[in-house]
């Protein structure tokens, strides 16, 4: 791992989180991602070589343990990967404050999107197993359709038609469901434009928005 050859604790700390990919691999981690391929889905665009290179360097450093077990490695942050907690945050908090909330087209991703909302619903208020089909008419062609099956014991993200009744169908352009979940617009206004539509059962489409929570850092409001 290359150094920048100083004793100081910024310097000495920066070798360690401020590589490319690394604040993010921690952000899973700490969102509760323990598996490679869960890592995976939450940065979409990392390649497999260089999350297991991170991993390595991250567990060198004493920030991550692996751990196998009969279903294969899990990856946990130790005390010290926990300690980054308030770090990862405030770097949240900083981008959505100080940083454009008029994303860029390479910063928009619906699978990024989708994989950060399946782990974003309010469970307790989901009274059945509920089929929820997101479809991205921009999107590229392998990306444009998703289905979250929602129940009162979790939420799951299928890539593929995973059988049965859909209750209500999402079709979004990315940009406007990512500015519905970052918090840069509403529900309303986005069904009032026409970029959103909900169509299906009547009482889903009432309760979805109130199902799902808003990203994490939604709530911070921008300089």
């Not at 991602?33 to 990392?46: C, E, S, V, W, Y």
């Not at 479809?135 to 009162?152: E, G, K």
């Not at 979004?172 to 299906?200: F, Q």
Request: one cysteine or more; aromatic letters at 8%.
């Amino acid at each position: 791992m290359d150094g920048y050859g100083q004793f100081c604790p910024v310097s000495l700390a920066a070798e360690v989180f401020a590589r490319r990919w690394t604040p993010l691999i921690v952000r899973e981690l700490l969102v509760g991602n323990t598996r490679f391929n869960d890592l995976r889905r939450g940065m979409p665009t990392i390649s497999a070589s260089v999350l297991s290179r991170r991993l390595d360097e991250l567990e060198i450093a004493g920030v991550v343990e692996r751990v196998d077990d009969e279903t294969g490695p899990r990856y946990l942050l130790t005390a010290a990967g926990e300690e980054l907690r308030p770090v990862v945050e405030e770097l949240g908090r900083w981008g959505r404050r100080w940083l454009p909330t008029d994303y860029r087209d390479q910063d928009l991703d619906p699978r990024l999107l989708v994989w950060d909302i399946h782990r974003n619903f309010r469970l307790e208020e989901v009274p059945r197993r509920t089929i929820i089909e997101l479809h991205f008419p921009d999107a590229p062609p392998d990306r444009r359709s998703y289905w979250l099956i929602v129940s009162p014991q979790g939420a799951d993200v299928c890539l593929t038609y995973p059988g049965g009744d859909v209750d209500v169908r999402l079709t979004s352009d990315v940009r406007t469901l990512t500015d519905v979940w970052m918090g840069n617009t509403t529900w309303a206004r986005a069904l009032r434009s026409g970029n959103l539509k909900l169509t299906g059962s009547r009482e889903v489409r009432r309760a979805l928005p109130h199902w799902l929570k808003l990203n994490t850092f939604a709530h911070v409001h921008p300089a």
